[in-house]
């Protein structure tokens, strides 16, 4: 009897599991966010510099072309330094080079309202555009190292990059639209904060990588693979890129959107965009991550085609809905860049994260172009075949994690 009670007892008794993290989880954590905290930083300047433009225009006087003139210099600057950049990572170990982009990111962008020459605020931009470039090969391969290659964890760290995104245009609108261009300074809060987050990092040591999901370095590079990828990340960019620019003006004068409410479709993309990050840090815990490239590029067809050509009210489902599947493979793609070239990981980041802003730039003056003869809703129609090409490009596409690879001798 009494064997028979003890028994039902531990049937009915729940043994809850430890949740007390290990020290190599917790500083996987604190490391990740750190440099996550820079990607903030960092991409505030980008989405900022965006932001910038208008007041160029409406307080500097400058003309429409003049101020895409700038915009351009900052992205083929940033696109062209990126890449050179990530080459020299995989030689030699540029910690250093973290806080240093930080900082140089947000100065460029904090003196462009205080000089008065075109030639000094492309000087600027171009400085700024370089702090960017910089940072992201370098900053990706430590958030690999200090995250050991969660997928969940590397999401935070891309989570970071478009919450800066997302807000840049926010501060901008608030903080010039009230007090000038002569506040450009106070845009440089962000990176002062960001680079005293990115040298506690490397003061303290937070950035010891954790064991799990790191990269097998004894694996040879797969440049076929790494550049039917960049395919993909190049169309995406300039999709991604393309409506950032765009979707405001789209909203106002082909949707019917008050000019207020037409500013906050912008703001709700990179929000939105955001958490679709996430979700796919998340989803790569379950599938394979070059299986969640392709449906995510798949579904985002004909999304795009219901934003551009469906009228009315709809058109904010389908914004928040494009967000997401454009966003989903963002952290992936860095991961999978990482993983296709072992020996080569900065510049795998380099890639992933240059293209993934830097072309986008390149190619909007010609949708730009474009919409000047045939108006901004026809000029938009050409991004919905682009995720077409990404799926084409990654179909067959194997993940490195779920494959047999060939190792050295």
Same mark, same amino acid.
């Not at 003196?111 to 171009?126: E, F, P, Q, R």
């Not at 999709?239 to 004068?253: D, P």
């Given at each position: 009897?009494?064997?028979?009670? #003890? ?10 599991? =430890? ?135 590397? =999401? ?73 990828? =960049? ?68 579904? #985002? ?56 802003? #830097? ?51």
């Amino acid at each position: 009897m009494i064997e028979a009670m #003890s028994t039902a007892r531990l049937k009915h008794t729940t043994i809850k599991p =430890s949740t007390q993290r290990s020290p190599e989880e917790t500083t996987a954590r604190r490391g990740t966010l750190l440099i996550a905290y820079g990607h903030t930083t960092v991409d505030f300047s980008q989405g900022a510099i965006a932001a910038l433009m208008p007041f160029l225009v409406l307080q500097g006087g400058y003309s429409y072309s003049a101020a895409a003139g700038v915009m351009l210099t900052f992205s083929l600057v940033s696109s062209i330094i990126q890449p050179v950049l990530g080459i020299m990572g995989d030689k030699w170990r540029m910690r250093w080079l973290i806080p240093v982009s930080v900082f140089l990111s947000g100065a460029g962008i904090a003196a462009i309202g205080l000089v008065d020459s075109y030639w000094a605020v492309a000087l600027l931009a171009s400085a700024a555009g370089i702090g960017v470039a910089a940072f992201h090969p370098a900053s990706a391969s430590r958030a690999r190292e200090v995250s050991g290659g969660d997928h969940v964890l590397m =999401s935070w760290y891309s989570l970071g990059g478009n919450f800066g995104f997302a807000l840049g245009p926010v501060i901008v609108a608030i903080t010039i639209g009230v007090f000038g261009l002569g506040a450009t300074p106070l845009l440089m809060i962000p990176a002062l904060t960001g680079t005293v987050a990115v040298l506690v990092l490397n003061k303290y040591g937070a950035a010891q990588p954790a064991t799990k999901a790191g990269v097998d370095t004894n694996r040879r590079d797969d440049w076929v693979s790494f550049g039917r990828m =960049s395919i993909a990340i190049l169309c995406r960019s300039i999709v991604f890129v393309g409506i950032g620019t765009f979707i405001v003006l789209f909203m106002h004068e082909y949707r019917g959107v008050q000019e207020d409410f037409a500013n906050a479709s912008l703001f709700i993309f990179y929000i939105m965009g955001a958490f679709g990050t996430a979700v796919g840090g998340h989803l790569a815990r379950r599938w394979n991550r070059t299986t969640l490239l392709r449906w995510s590029y798949l579904l #985002s067809i004909p999304l795009l085609a219901g934003m551009f050509l469906i009228p009315g009210p709809i058109a904010w489902v389908f914004i928040v809905l494009v967000a997401l599947t454009l966003y989903v493979p963002f952290s992936l793609q860095v991961t999978l860049g990482q993983d296709y070239l072992p020996q080569h990981m900065s510049t795998a980041s380099g890639v992933t994260l240059g293209l993934a802003v #830097s072309v986008g730039g390149v190619a909007t003056p010609l949708i730009g172009a474009l919409a000047d003869r045939v108006g901004l809703e026809y000029a938009l129609l050409p991004l919905i075949a682009l995720p077409a090409v990404a799926f084409i490009a990654l179909w067959g596409l194997q993940d490195p994690s779920t494959r047999v690879v060939e190792v050295r001798n």
